[in-house]
């Protein structure tokens, strides 16, 4: 398997993309934060005194999918034309799932972004909770599905 961010020489270098189709891409990612119970019921009824925790994470991970070129060195910059996150309360499983969906038309994927709309909202969760669980654990951030681009599309297969 060739490498495609490095050059003969191994070299860095951002892939060229100048040649590629633009098509409709989308990638759908996840990813969980586990917690106290008494963590999660006070997110749920909104208890938080840093405020709603979710509408708070929900604009932290737009924004961290609109800056993922900035975060991630060979990421393109994007003209995302769509973001939704989703928060899942699991109380059986003391935990929140998260969901990130990203569109575009474009000429490369955005599966990146889509994981990282996952992560910043793991993160803000876990900043705005910090005083009352330091014990919060965020796992399994995952690609689910990508559509669009040469490659076609993929589906994670779970379990795997």
Known sequence: MKFTHFDEEGRSKMVDVTEKAVTKREAHACGYIYMKPETLMMIVDKKIEKGNVFEVARVAGIMGVKRTSDLIPMCHPLNITGVEIFFTPEKEKNRIRIDCTVKLSGKTGVEMEALTGVSIAALTIYDMCKAVD??????????????GGKSGTFVREMGK
């Open 134 to 147: 330091k014990e919060m654990v965020i796992s399994d951030i995952m690609l689910l599905k990508k559509t």
